[in-house]
């Protein structure tokens, strides 16, 4: 199953560098297009820090952090190797998303983010929204499926 995973992570990997690619050649000298008046805006943004800017111009520290993390889970996957699909997609759509802009972090120096939401004001890429995904994925796991949600359950139980 981690093999299956890793295929699934280098799927969005690809589709994340794939659009970013077109929207430095085609996005980047116009700086913004309308998609769906007042919703949808593709927007070129050079993010230099994480989340909404936070910590600009720490390039390298995000770097080797991101590349820490995305070790970690995967070096997880392979030894626990878990057997829950919604955990697998979960784990495939964060090491995509992760791997997708610190790509970015290397190559250029900062996330290439595109995706400007009017209900939702930072504007972020195809990898944020894996991460996203793939995070409310993991929590959903973890409260309801995972061995430790069912051990709380069990414990709740045994009290009353």
Avoid: H
Wanted: aromatic share 16%; with cysteine.
């Amino acid at each position: 199953m981690p093999f299956i995973v890793l295929i699934l992570a280098v799927l969005f990997i690809t589709a994340d560098q794939i659009i970013k690619y077109f929207i430095l050649l085609n996005l980047k000298p116009v700086g913004s297009v309308t998609v769906i008046n007042n919703i949808l805006d593709f927007s070129y943004v050079e993010n230099r820090g994480v989340a909404f800017g936070w910590f600009a111009n720490n390039r390298w520290f995000f770097v080797i952090l991101t590349a820490v993390l995305m070790l970690a889970i995967i070096f997880y996957m392979f030894i626990k190797k878990p057997e829950s699909k919604l955990l697998n997609i979960s784990i495939a759509c964060i090491i995509g998303g992760g791997i997708g802009n610190l790509i970015d972090r290397i190559i250029y120096g900062f996330v290439v983010d595109y995706i400007s939401l009017s209900f939702f004001p930072p504007v972020c890429n195809f990898a944020d929204y894996c991460i996203t995904a793939g995070t409310i994925m993991l929590v959903i796991y973890v409260l309801f499926f995972s061995d430790v949600s069912k051990e709380t359950k069990r414990k709740d139980i045994s009290n009353d």
